[in-house]
């Protein structure tokens, strides 16, 4: 009888009895409260299921048009001369890295114009200094340029060393950026066409495996690169330069009005102004260019954040001018969606704070209209993250790509980590209110030996400088973790378990991204190991992968 009795009052069988129960069934009745909570969450969920319909079609788009890849570059018989533009800015710990790796350029000397563009205010200048004049005297063509003010910031430097360019092409890398040697050879030859404009080619990752963080950016970087880049320019769409490795036509540049700085994503404004000018862009997935991500939870928002507002900002600025054009009706909605996608992340925030109070209207309502209506809208909003990021990595990484699967949760529990810091960001975007170009610091951690969870040397970063504190947005990250752990304990308390696994993710995601930023200022080294570090073939070996996949596609 004991056991009957725990049996009749277990959360789950009281959960089962309340949804199949019809006593109450049919007297609920709205009122005032209820539909001032309903109308809005009703509202926002519905614009986060078409934002996320779309990136159901940007990964139907992409296998559709799996067979639209470029062809092999053309013969060439006269190689133009380029001008290689180096933007940094206290960059002490890699701009050595960068200045040797493009001094290794296979392509002759003589047509070579390497420009390091330094903005520096601290001992960067004279490493960068020192570095000029050893690959010089080595016979490299290599010159230092150096402002005494952040005027414009990268839009700033870069305008100011077209001023002195002697290239008909410009390839531009960030300082945390690794260019093959023979990167200029594979691009080059395309600008035969002379209608086209810009050449992008595709970010790989030095030290994806380092932490869960780092595979977390890796594989978000993955989709846009992977998924939102090759679908747009397989489906004839505007797609972007994205700052760094990629090679620019200079007269198209000057054709489209030249480097602006009114925006903190210069690259994505200029992409658009060249593209409404005619101009065509090319994306070459099949060349990787190696890069460092950001090992410091703080570093990462921050650049979350810049691009995010960046977006916004290029989103005022272009797309009535997009939507003025004569652009056929399916580049100007992806134009919309491409620039207005961050908008999501001052809805998420409104949703968090209304998803409490609208779990409780909702469960008075019946289980029956949650599944019919709630259930699709989740499905539309959510579900389709997991489809975007498990294409991309199946692209790329065609051998290890269900790895994936364990990472998902914290992919989607980051996304709502970071939705405080970028809805601000988006905010301001929206409300015209200008900020400095914030750079993402770098520390030269290149990899994790395999096997070592922690350590001084994997840890080392943290006696660097550059790291800034995060003031108040970790605390109150943590406190909305909290709050939404109440939630789960409230959930469980009424036996509304369905929204559980649900309010974990906000759970999980605010407590990790707020955590990891308070340990990382507070208490020196703070990682979690990436499980993958063991295993995982180094990134060249998945660049091969995602060649062959690149070249598969392409043959079906």
């Not at 420009?115 to 520096?120: I, T, Y």
């Not at 060349?287 to 989103?315: H, I, Y």
Request: include cysteine; glycine fraction near 4%; charge should be positive.
């Amino acid at each position: 009888m004991a056991a009957l009795a725990l049996l009749q009052w277990s959360p789950l069988t009281r959960y089962w009895h309340q949804i199949t129960d019809p006593t109450f069934r049919g007297l609920y009745q709205a009122n005032a409260f209820d539909l001032a909570i309903m109308l809005p969450y009703f509202f926002v969920m519905v614009i986060l299921s078409v934002y996320g319909i779309h990136r159901y079609t940007l990964v139907y788009n992409f296998f559709k048009n799996r067979k639209n890849v470029a062809p092999p570059p053309p013969e060439i018989s006269e190689w133009p001369k380029v001008t290689v533009q180096l933007p940094i800015y206290n960059e002490r710990y890699v701009i050595e890295r960068l200045i040797d790796a493009v001094a290794q350029f296979d392509y002759p000397r003589e047509l070579l114009d390497i420009q390091v563009l330094d903005d520096s205010t601290d001992e960067t200048r004279q490493v960068a200094r020192d570095c000029v004049e050893r690959q010089r005297a080595l016979g490299v063509p290599i010159s230092y340029i150096h402002r005494t003010n952040r005027e414009g910031f990268k839009a700033g430097a870069l305008h100011e060393g077209l001023k002195v360019a002697s290239g008909e092409f410009v390839a531009i890398f960030d300082a945390d950026f690794i260019p093959p040697a023979d990167f200029l050879r594979r691009t080059v030859p395309y600008f035969t066409d002379r209608k086209l404009a810009m050449v992008q080619t595709r970010w790989s990752y030095i030290n994806r495996n380092y932490s869960v963080l780092t595979e977390v950016e890796a594989i978000l970087l993955d989709g846009h690169f992977a998924i939102e880049h090759s679908s747009r320019y397989r489906t004839g769409l505007f797609f972007n330069f994205n700052g760094t490795a990629g090679i620019w036509r200079r007269a198209a540049i000057d054709d489209a009005g030249g480097w602006q700085h009114d925006t903190l994503t210069e690259d994505t404004d200029l992409s658009y102004r060249a593209q409404l000018r005619g101009w065509r862009f090319l994306y070459l997935p099949e060349v990787d260019c190696p890069s460092e991500l950001p090992v410091e939870m703080n570093a990462f928002k921050s650049q979350q954040a810049r691009w995010a507002k960046g977006l916004m900002q290029t989103a005022r600025k272009v797309l009535p001018r997009v939507m003025r054009s004569d652009e056929p009706p399916a580049r100007k909605a992806e134009a919309f969606f491409h620039l207005t996608a961050n908008i999501s992340y001052p809805l998420m925030v409104f949703l968090s704070i209304i998803l409490l109070p609208a779990m409780i209207v909702r469960f008075y309502q019946g289980w029956f209209q949650v599944m019919l209506i709630d259930f699709p809208l989740f499905v539309a909003s959510s579900c389709s993250i997991s489809s975007f990021y498990l294409a991309a990595e199946h692209a790329l990484y065609p051998k290890t790509w269900k790895r994936t699967f364990w990472y998902l949760p914290v992919v989607m529990a980051v996304g709502i980590g970071l939705s405080v810091k970028n809805a601000l960001a988006v905010i301001e975007a929206i409300c015209g209110v200008k900020s400095e170009f914030v750079r993402t610091p770098k520390y030269r951690v290149e990899a994790c030996p395999p096997g070592r969870a922690s350590g001084q040397k994997a840890n080392a970063w943290t006696k660097k400088s550059y790291r800034k504190r995060p003031g108040l947005m970790p605390f109150l990250e943590v406190a909305l973790g909290l709050y939404f752990a109440a939630a789960v304990l409230y959930a469980i308390q009424n036996t509304n378990i369905a929204t559980v696994p649900f309010f974990i993710l906000f759970v999980w995601g605010y407590l990790y991204t707020g955590v990891m930023s308070l340990a990382q200022t507070y208490f020196g080294g703070f990682r979690l190991r990436s499980p993958a570090s063991a295993h995982v073939a180094p990134e060249a070996s998945a660049s091969v992968a995602a060649t062959e996949q690149i070249q598969a596609d392409a043959a079906m």
